[in-house]
């Protein structure tokens, strides 16, 4: 026995979430049968059409933007010449959430992986060498990940920026191996930036 067509078709969609069973999607779907009101669903069906819409990808760092450039690349009281390197969006806001950091970003989209198949040309990279070539830059902070792949990706990107005359750092102090910034708290990224050293 099946659900109405309808149903179906939204716990199919609730089941492409990440971690996020076939049972799960099926309890999301009927919370949204019986528990939301026309309103509620409008609402909810708005936001996700919103963000395909109205969100685009900062065509400097790659973060998210409600424009051509993100906010942070707009902001002008920000240090531009201090560039800081992440991984993904999240991470991002992970580090600007401890509201300490006033430089700016570039989100790589990901990180070297063997076993995933993800090359460097998978990566936002070419924009970031771009941008050490014609902006003046006077830090890069690598912050990926403690991982094998944000290791590897950042020893990468320090080989390839090695030629530009930039001091190149890395945050790692702190931050345990294996560890992802985005699920570490907010104290422990602070002393793993404020510990970065020389690549
Ligand atoms: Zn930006």
Known sequence: MKYPTALEDLIECFSHLPSVGKKTAE?????CLTHMDEA???????????????????????NLAEGDLCDICKDSSRN?????????????????KINSYRGVYHVLNGA??????????????EP???????KEIDEIILATNATLEG???????????????????RIAHGLPV????????EMTVLKAFEGRREY
Do not use: M, W
């Not at 509620?40 to 059409?49: E, H, Q, R, T």
């Not at 531009?80 to 600007?96: A, G, M, P, R, S």
């Not at 294996?178 to 708290?185: E, I, P, Q, R, V």
């Open 128 to 134: 970031l060498i771009d941008r050490v070539k014609n």
């Open 151 to 169: 290791e590897t990706t950042a020893r990468y990107l320090k080989e390839l920026l090695n030629t530009y005359p930039i001091n190149i750092t």
């Open 40 to 62: 509620d669903i409008v609402d909810f069906s708005n936001a996700l059409i919103g963000i395909t819409k109205d969100i685009h990808i900062c065509t400097s760092c790659g």
């Open 27 to 31: 309890r999301y779907a009927l919370y």
């Open 112 to 125: 070297i992986s063997f076993s995933k198949g993800i090359s460097i040309n998978d990566l936002n990279i």
């Open 80 to 96: 531009h010449k201090q560039v800081l390197v992440v991984e993904n969006v999240k991470d991002l806001f992970t580090i600007e």
């Open 178 to 185: 294996g560890g992802d910034l985005s699920y570490a708290d």
